[in-house]
C-alpha cells in the first residue's frame, strides 16, 4: 500500500541547524519521516544530532532551513504562542524521568493537569488515579520519588507523559543507565504503551535490542545526516559500516556475557 500524506505525523525536510555562529553544524539537511501511529527508534552515535532533532520536533529549536512538519502544520515560521499550543499534543519520558523530588506520586501526574487545563479537583483525582492504574500502580501514591525504585520511577514519568492523553509520545534515552532488569520493564512499557494508546512514538536511544524487538521502523543519524531508515530486519541487513560497528559491538557484547 503506498504511502499518503495523512499516514505522516511528523515530517522534517531538508532541516539544517548549527551553533556557535555557524561553526558547529549538528543537522546536515535532515529528512525524515514518521508514520501515525508507529513507534519509531532514532539510533547512533553520540553527539550526532537525536537530541536536537527531538527539540526541532517539540519546536524548542527551530531550524536555520527547511521544514518541520507535525500534523500538517510547519512549525518553522510559527510564533511563541503557537508553539506553546503546538507542544501540549506532546508527551515526554525523560531519560532520569524528571520527577519533582518534593512532590508526591500523585503530585507529579497531577501537576500538568493543574498547570495546563480548566479541569476540576475531582476531574484531576479521577484522571490520575486511572492513569496512574493503567500502568500497575495503585497504592503508594503518596511516595516520594526518592522512596521509588528506578522501574517506578519510569512509570510514574510515563503516567505524567501521557495524563493529558498526548498524540505524539517521546522518549528521551529511556533505557541509559539502568540495570538489565529495570531496562526490560521500561521496554514492556513502551510495548505496552504502543499496543494500548496506538500513538505516534519516537525513541531517541542507544539500545539496540529494544530498537530490534519494539521498533516498527529505525532511524540511524551519522554526522548529522539520516543515513538509514527502515525495518529492523532492513537494518540488520545495512550496508552502512557505522551500522554494521553499531551491530557488530552489540554483538560483542552479546557473546561477551554468554561467556
Given amino acids: 500500500m503506498s504511502e499518503t500524506s495523512s499516514d505522516i505525523a511528523i515530517e522534517l525536510k531538508n532541516v539544517h541547524k548549527s551553533f556557535r555562529s555557524g561553526q558547529d553544524q549538528v543537522l546536515k539537511g535532515i529528512n525524515l519521516k514518521f508514520k501515525k501511529g508507529k513507534l519509531t527508534y532514532i539510533l547512533g552515535p553520540s553527539g550526532t544530532g537525536k537530541s536536537v532533532t527531538i527539540k526541532h520536533i517539540l519546536g524548542l529549536l527551530l531550524p536555520d532551513q527547511g521544514e518541520i512538519w507535525v500534523h500538517g502544520k510547519n512549525i518553522a515560521n510559527m510564533k511563541a504562542d503557537d508553539l506553546a499550543t503546538h507542544r501540549r499534543q506532546f508527551g515526554m519520558l525523560f531519560q532520569n524521568a524528571a520527577l519533582f523530588d518534593d512532590f508526591t506520586i500523585f503530585e507529579n501526574v497531577a501537576f500538568p493537569l493543574i498547570e495546563h487545563t480548566q479541569m476540576s479537583k475531582s476531574e484531576i483525582d479521577k484522571k490520575v488515579t486511572t492513569t496512574l492504574a493503567h500502568l500497575g500502580i495503585t497504592t503508594g501514591l503518596d511516595k516520594f520519588p526518592n522512596e521509588l525504585s528506578g522501574g517506578m520511577r519510569k512509570r510514574v514519568g510515563l503516567a505524567r ?99
Fill in 161 to 259: 507523559a501521557i495524563v493529558r492523553e498526548p498524540s505524539i509520545l517521546l522518549y528521551d534515552e529511556p533505557t541509559t543507565g539502568l540495570d538489565p532488569v529495570t531496562r526490560v520493564t521500561v521496554d514492556e512499557l513502551i510495548a505496552q504503551m504502543k499496543q494500548e494508546l496506538k500513538l505516534t512514538s519516537v525513541v531517541i536511544s542507544h539500545d539496540i535490542p529494544s530498537a530490534l524487538s519494539l521498533a516498527d521502523e529505525i532511524a540511524f543519524l551519522f554526522q548529522g545526516e539520516v543515513v538509514f531508515l527502515g525495518t529492523p530486519a532492513e537494518f540488520r541487513k545495512a550496508e552502512h559500516p557505522r551500522i554494521k560497528q553499531f551491530l557488530d559491538a552489540e554483538m560483542r557484547s552479546v557473546k561477551a556475557v554468554m561467556q
